[in-house]
């Protein structure tokens, strides 16, 4: 079962519109999230996250709204740009169990046409 | 450029075949993970290792065997694989204890079994 949902496979948004890629989780005890963008023929990078004791965390371009109550968290890339285009992988943790473990969503791929 | 290094960048084998991948972090990091991305799946963390130690094991078979002689350098060493075992193979490393919020990838290796 999966702990960590990505809906949305694909999304296309145009040039300097805002993107918007959401991610949900049913694991109560998940309390920090990332989120990595992936480039064809390249390994994921880091690039945002967010702590369950917000409820928002920007960076540029980029903000993370984190809704606990709904367990839902959501990327938002305003303007949008086309190097944007990338697959983006939403992932959580659960800090307290002493693990290493990252657990990711399946990824939600974004283009953005010029 | 991530600071983590993986050779071969493709590799084919059959299912009898002996082979090794190689992963480098030049970042100082004290722990290093193996990641396995199948098709359609999210990414599944397989080894973790930490300070040379390995901390974790996520129930993967025995064919696949994971090697750290030191804290800059991992290997997986494979042996008769089977053709499900056909996926993207991601090297991460990150620093600090539990360090889980952040990784650095590599670009992967991406295995065909015949």
């Known amino acids: 079962d999966q702990q960590v949902k990505q809906n949305s496979p694909s999304l296309s948004v145009q040039e300097g519109r805002i993107s918007i890629l959401n991610c949900d989780y049913t694991?109560?005890?998940?309390?920090?999230f990332l989120w990595y963008k992936k480039y064809p023929a390249e390994g994921p990078t880091f690039l945002i996250s967010?702590?369950?004791?917000?409820d928002k965390n920007e960076d540029g371009r980029f903000t993370v709204f984190l809704n606990k109550s709904a367990k839902h968290l959501s990327l938002h890339i305003v303007p949008s740009q086309p190097g944007d285009s990338a697959v983006y992988f939403c992932?959580?943790?659960?800090?307290?169990?002493?693990?290493?473990?990252?657990?990711f969503g399946k990824g939600t791929k974004l283009s953005v046409i010029p | 450029e991530t600071g983590v290094t993986q050779t071969p960048r493709h590799l084919v084998m059959g299912m009898t075949n002996k082979k090794s991948l190689k992963c480098e972090q030049h970042?100082?990091?004290?722990?290093m993970y193996w990641y396995k991305q199948s098709a359609k799946k999210p990414l599944e963390l397989m080894f973790v290792?930490?300070?040379?130690?390995?901390?974790e094991n996520n129930s993967v078979p025995s064919r696949f065997s994971p090697e750290c002689p030191n804290s800059s350098h991992l290997f997986l060493h494979l042996h008769t694989l089977q053709p499900e075992d056909s996926a993207l193979y991601l090297c991460?490393?990150?620093?600090?204890?539990?360090?889980?919020?952040?990784?650095?990838f590599g670009s992967g290796t991406q295995l065909s079994v015949l």
């Open positions: 991460a490393s990150s620093q600090g204890d539990r360090g889980g919020e952040k990784l650095f």
């Open positions: 970042l100082g990091h004290n722990a």
């Open positions: 694991n109560s005890m998940f309390d920090y």
């Open positions: 290792y930490s300070l040379e130690e390995r901390v």
């Open positions: 992932a959580a943790r659960d800090s307290g169990a002493g693990s290493y473990q990252l657990t």
């Open positions: 967010i702590s369950s004791i917000k």
